[in-house]
């Protein structure tokens, strides 16, 4: 990955935006949309829309060769399999069968390559830059997040309603919430309303 901010900005479809910072590119993929309930939070409806998404800070991945469709339907793949990995991991469940080959499948294509500038002052990636070279790389950091020092870590918003994952890396390892403006701000609401006795 190129330098280390993670986190994007996510769209209500009811209205209204926040930030979140999922701590990791891969789970930030991983709430890009999804199955069932999650497709009205989809953000990669056409092949060029997964394009602009790898092309976002901080992977800057610009394919050189545009999206297809059979690529889209892979990444969606992946992107479920993340999603299943790291919620197993979050609950401390064995990983899904299905979701840890997704993503060892993924993994073993070749990765994206970096390449240093000519004045030594910048880096980007090795050209041509194709999709599976992105989702291998994804693939590969969710290998490195649930198998290394960090796993322990995976968490799942505390709020009841918020399904969102994120790495604590917090010094202390006491983040609980998506977002303090987001559900933390919506629990601090409630807790001073309940000592208050004003309601919900």
């Given amino acids: 990955m190129r330098g280390n901010a993670t986190g994007r900005l996510l769209r209500d479809p009811k ?19 999804g199955e069932g309930q999650y497709t009205k939070f989809e953000r990669l409806h056409e092949p060029g829309d997964l394009a602009e998404w790898l092309a976002e800070p901080p992977l ?5 060769v545009p999206v297809t469709a059979g690529e889209l339907t892979a990444a969606k793949s992946l992107r479920q399999a993340i999603w299943d990995a790291a919620h197993a991991q979050a609950a401390q469940r064995a990983l899904p069968t299905q979701a840890v080959a997704t993503i060892n499948q993924a993994a073993a294509a070749a990765p994206l390559v970096p390449e240093l500038s000519a004045d030594g ?17 994804l693939a590969r950091e969710v290998i490195e997040l649930l198998s290394g020092p ?23 390892g006491a983040r609980r919430w998506c977002s303090m403006e987001r ?5 601090k609401l409630r807790a001073l309303r309940a ?4 309601g919900p």
């Fill in 195 to 198: 000592r208050r006795g004003t």
């Fill in 183 to 187: 559900c933390g701000n919506r629990h």
């Fill in 60 to 64: 800057e991945a610009v394919v050189s």
């Fill in 15 to 33: 209205g209204g935006s926040f930030w979140f910072d999922a701590g990791a590119v891969c789970l930030d993929f991983a709430h890009t949309g």
């Fill in 121 to 137: 002052t910048t880096a980007g990636w090795a050209t041509p830059v194709r999709t599976p070279q992105a989702l291998s790389t």
């Fill in 150 to 172: 960090l796993s322990g870590r995976i968490r799942e918003c505390a709020s009841d309603t918020c399904p969102l994952v994120f790495v604590d890396s917090s010094r202390p």
